[in-house]
């Protein structure tokens, strides 16, 4: 991985294995909870959710009325309410306005609609340039935004997440709204990338 | 709280680490972290004490310490708070596990 670390992985990893085995032997955690809970963020949350409610505004002007006035109450509508997910909001991009979500004080993220964050939302560099040099910031990501467009930071707290509802592309005029939902990438939601056009019948999701 | 979590508009911290498909989990460590802190701050500690115990790391440490290792702190400093475990016996099994695996 690319982060530094300042002990050995194998030491790190003997640490947590103590641990561990004490909280086990002590019946303070349950190791098929632990499993599930690795589970569910490895393979059940993740930007598909997120995707699905980007894909809805795009194709029902109401939903995405209520969805940008009120982020929460829209969310639950479609059931997709989740741990550190309890209060939304989104904020939308247009042509003349970029969004981007940092958290400067640790990693807050919609889990339940993005999964857990990416390590560069997590590190020290994103944390502290986002909200003082973002176009430096989305260039490092290949996004370069004319100085036209607005470029709007808007920092995450423990209580309340952000997302960012982006522009649906040209050229997706024809497309389901599962169609349009896959098109949608994490780093689209969070503002560090737009959606592209469909180019291939399977769209990657990043 | 003034501490060295506080990073916004800091300067000096480098390019951002972007890793193309990245796992969830690097290791099976972050892995277990993540999950027993999951486990215990949805049950014995409010999320605000969580974040509490983060930002008390000492500052060298923060800066240099990966995410899950700042995750694995905050765990050890809340546990050994609360008395549900104790510096000593983590130290102990620590050494138990490595004279049984080596």
Redesign the interface.
């Known amino acids: 991985m690319t982060t530094h670390h300042h002990r050995p992985e194998s030491e790190i990893a003997l640490r947590v294995k103590a641990i561990e085995s004490l909280l086990v032997e002590k019946g303070i955690v349950d190791p098929a909870a632990l499993d599930t809970i690795i589970e569910h963020y490895e393979h059940q949350v993740g930007p598909h959710v997120g995707a699905q409610i980007v894909a809805k505004a795009w194709v029902d002007p109401d939903f995405k009325r209520r969805l940008l006035a009120d982020g929460t109450g829209a969310i639950a509508e479609l059931g997709l309410t989740g741990f550190s997910s309890e209060h939304m909001i989104v904020v939308a991009n247009t042509a003349t306005v970029h969004n981007l979500i940092v958290c400067t004080l640790c990693s807050c993220y919609p889990w339940a609609i993005l999964g857990l964050p990416p390590t560069w939302y997590k590190s020290l560099a994103y944390r502290s340039r986002a909200v003082i040099e973002p176009r430096s910031v989305l260039a490092e990501f290949g996004l370069v935004l004319p100085d036209t467009v607005e470029v709007c930071v808007w920092d995450s707290n423990a209580d309340l997440r952000y997302l960012v509802l982006p522009e649906r592309p040209d050229g997706a005029e024809g497309l389901s709204e599962e169609a349009l939902a896959a098109l949608v990438t994490r780093n689209a939601m969070i503002g560090t990338a737009k959606v592209e056009p469909p180019t291939s019948p399977t769209p990657i999701a990043a | 709280m003034n501490g060295p979590?506080?990073?916004?508009?800091?300067?000096g911290?480098?390019?951002?680490?972007?890793?193309?498909?990245?796992p969830?989990?690097?290791?099976?460590?972050e892995?277990?972290?993540?999950?027993?802190s999951?486990?215990?701050f949805?049950t014995f500690f409010p999320?605000?004490e969580t974040?509490h115990a983060?930002e008390r790391i000492p500052a060298g440490?923060y800066?240099?310490?990966?995410?899950y290792?700042r995750w694995?702190a905050a765990?050890?400093l809340l546990?050994t708070e609360h008395g549900?475990?104790t510096p000593a016996?983590?130290e102990d099994?620590?050494t138990?596990?490595?004279q049984t695996?080596s």
């Open positions: 979590h506080d990073l916004g508009g800091m300067q911290l480098g390019a951002i680490p972007i890793e193309e498909n990245e969830v989990f690097h290791s099976a460590w892995a277990k972290v993540f999950a027993m999951f486990a215990t949805s999320v605000d974040r983060a440490e800066l240099s310490a990966s995410y290792e694995l765990l050890e546990l549900w475990l016996e983590i099994r620590i138990h596990l490595r695996e």
